[in-house]
T-cell receptor, first 115, second 112 residues
């Protein structure tokens, strides 16, 4: 069990550019979540997948954001036409499924800075 | 809409003190509650998960309690150590939902 991994760990981009982040969950974890966290705040839910199906998406997630989990394993989060307000830490978490197994395991995050 | 509040926002204590961190939530129809630790610039590490049918969970020097009727949870840290310095977050799962709502956290500093 190598834990949840995220790449890259840091990303600096200019406003208007597109960026893509990757998350590799713990093997055989069916549920995968994406969150955004800004300084002094708790993680804010963006979207989650059950296997390859994207089951819920936050209303806060604009059309510039898209996430995929094509084979039910790793996931990508893409932000198009980045804005300065997108600067944040993007966190991924995975959970196994089954009764009483809702513990979320988080990755180290990708810190995005939009100049 | 579920709202989660954590008090205090920040805490600085000398080593060895026993601590109580508080988490309150507005909707008592929760499924479970989870406490996390977050070190600066890092992801979150799960500390304790309390199912809605449980009253408390313990792990080492940590004890978390849950009172659904009053919408409160407390995290008790015994004999605090400098290595406990971190931000502590609670997350609440509403019944029927797999989406947690997080508080803003309590930033803890334990100085030698």
């Amino acid at each position: 069990d190598t834990g949840v991994s995220q790449n890259p760990r840091h990303k600096i981009t200019k406003r208007g550019q597109n960026v893509t982040f990757r998350c590799d969950p713990i093997s055989e974890h069916n549920r995968l979540y994406w969150y955004r966290q800004t300084l002094g705040q708790g993680p804010e839910f963006l979207t989650y997948f059950q296997n390859e199906a994207q089951l819920e998406k936050s209303r806060l997630l604009s059309d510039r954001f898209s996430a995929e989990r094509p084979k039910g394993s790793f996931s990508t989060l893409e932000i198009q036409r980045t804005e300065q307000g997108d600067s944040a830490m993007y966190l991924c978490a995975s959970t196994p499924t089954g009764a009483g197994t809702d513990t979320q395991y988080f990755g180290p995050g990708t810190r995005l800075t939009v100049l | 809409k579920q709202e989660v509040t954590q008090i205090p926002a920040a805490l600085s204590v000398p080593e060895g003190e026993n601590l109580v961190l508080n988490c309150s939530f507005t909707d008592s129809a929760i499924y479970n509650l989870q406490w996390f630790r977050q070190d600066p610039g890092k992801g979150l590490t799960s500390l304790l998960l309390i199912q809605s049918s449980q009253r408390e969970q313990t792990s080492g020097r940590l004890n978390a309690s849950l009172d659904k009727s009053s919408g409160r949870s407390t995290l008790y840290i015994a004999a605090s150590q400098p290595g406990d310095s971190a931000t502590y977050l609670c997350a609440v799962y509403r019944g029927g939902s797999y989406i947690p709502t997080f508080g803003r956290g309590t930033s803890l500093i334990v100085h030698p």
